[in-house]
């Protein structure tokens, strides 16, 4: 299985996503009220048959 994904940080404050390149290490202290959440938004390949045409 393929997934395309992106990984981003959720403020669990307002439940909105926070900006861009929040995620960084240097970061961790100013985003203590967020959450890291993976956002699958396309099936690419599974079980052996490509979905991109689909």
Not at 20 to 36: E, S
């Amino acid at each position: 299985m393929i997934l395309d994904a992106e990984v981003l940080l959720i403020d669990t404050n307002t439940s909105k996503p926070l900006p861009f390149g929040t995620l960084g290490v240097h970061k961790k202290a100013a985003f203590q009220d967020a959450k890291v959440c993976l956002f699958v938004f396309d099936c690419i390949y599974f079980n052996g048959v490509s979905l991109m045409e689909r």
